[in-house]
């Protein structure tokens, strides 16, 4: 049994994960095992609606381990007026690592103008 976890996850996967399971930094992994767990939930998961609000701007990247893209991507859909903006490739955030979303992104701080539905952007630091 393996578990990739971030430095942070490391005590709480110690303290979770069943003896014998190899710890890494991965906490896509680890979040996928917590996920599998039996438990059942405290809360039914509800629509995301923001009704009233501003356009919005959501970011996510195609390969983010903390953050699954396919989330991002849940979350536009549910939201009347959110565009996704998406950053081709790995790493949490996309922000730090393509001046196309620093770009999009500050315009939509400044103005609220969202980028075109579907814009994708490469990685490019």
Do not use: M
């Not at 095992?33 to 919005?56: N, R």
């Not at 690592?97 to 103005?111: G, H, K």
């Amino acid at each position: 049994h393996l578990v990739r976890t971030g430095k942070g996850e490391r005590t709480l996967a110690a303290e979770t994960l069943p003896a014998g399971t190899h710890v890494h930094d991965d906490l896509a992994a680890f979040t996928d095992w917590l996920l599998s767990q039996p438990v059942k939930p405290q809360a039914t998961p509800h629509p995301i609606t923001a009704k009233g609000a501003p356009p919005i701007l959501l970011v996510g990247s195609t390969a983010d381990p903390a953050t699954p893209y396919r989330w991002a991507q849940a979350v536009a859909h549910q939201l009347a007026h959110a565009v996704l903006l998406t950053r081709q490739g790995p790493g949490h955030t996309g922000y730090f690592f393509s001046t196309c979303i620093q770009a999009d992104v500050n315009r939509y701080l400044a103005t609220l103008k969202l980028p075109a539905p579907g814009t994708v952007c490469p990685t490019t630091s």
